[in-house]
């Protein structure tokens, strides 16, 4: 079996399977379903691959993200799951800490918000002994909105070397068209691949860039309620 999968077997089929230690750029546009995307991911490395997942939301409070797996009755791990918390606290709600939620101050915080991934990767891989593990970081675009790019480089590089040391799995999203090429190539340095989104005449599509010996064709791809259905391809 292959180190990591995505879980959308078409893409799976194609690039055979994600190294370990991979760092990897999910980058589309607003609406086109990023967010169901890497949750699909998530529960399918959580609940089928039984890799421990952390994930860092700058968008949705912790308490969003498990109700969402709990109405589309997807049942998490949590055992697996830990999730670093950047909204509640800048939204002035009561944010209290448990075995799958730590709270990070803001998505301005990086130093705490690393802190907090470091206590999960410790958890996970030394006192519960799994060995393999997915960070995800939804979204840089809001960190960079509060950070220059060179402190975003420094934190990230930070991580995609802790994921390419323990033989882990990054995923990072980043909303394209909203920031210069410049900022979108500097980060490019750090990953080994993409996870490249494009909207086109109402219709959503997906490929994977890097990951293999050449990116894999563009596959029309539909989100139906927590699945994410591939229906064609380009």
């Keep these: 079996m292959s180190d990591y999968t995505l879980g959308i077997k078409e893409l799976d ?6 190294k370990k230690g991979s760092n990897i750029m999910l980058i589309g546009p607003p609406m086109s379903g990023k967010e169901v995307i890497l949750y699909y991911i998530m529960y399918y490395g959580a609940a089928k691959n039984e890799n421990a997942v952390i994930t860092v939301t700058t968008r949705e409070s912790a308490t969003n993200i498990l109700e969402w797996f709990k109405e589309h009755k997807l049942a ?4 697996r799951v830990g999730i670093v918390d950047c909204v509640t606290k800048t939204l002035g709600g009561a944010a209290a800490e448990n075995e ?9 915080d990086l130093t705490g918000i690393g802190v907090k991934i470091s206590q999960f990767f410790e958890e996970y891989y030394m006192k519960k002994n799994i ?3 997915q960070l995800h970081i939804n979204s840089l675009s809001t960190i960079l909105m509060y950070s220059n790019i ?15 040391a323990t033989g882990a799995l990054g995923i990072y999203t980043i909303e394209s068209g909203m920031h210069d090429e410049q900022s979108i190539a500097t980060l490019k340095q750090l990953f080994d ?19 293999s010996p050449k990116p894999t064709p563009w596959f029309e791809y539909e989100i139906e309620g927590a699945n994410v259905k591939i229906v064609g391809r380009k």
């Excluded at 799958?100 to 301005?108: F, T, Y």
């Excluded at 060179?150 to 390419?164: A, E, P």
């Excluded at 691949?193 to 990951?211: Q, T």
Aim: hydrophobic share 45%; proline share 4%; glycine share 8%.
């Design 76 to 79: 998490l791990p949590l055992a």
């Design 13 to 18: 089929a194609v690039i055979g399977g994600i």
């Design 100 to 108: 799958n939620i730590k709270i990070a101050s803001s998505p301005v």
């Design 150 to 164: 060179q402190t975003v480089f420094r934190f990230l590089h930070v991580f995609t070397g802790r994921i390419k």
């Design 193 to 211: 691949g993409m996870i490249e989104i494009k909207s086109e005449d109402d219709k959503n599509f997906i490929r994977v860039v890097g990951l």
């Design 131 to 133: 060995k393999k593990t």
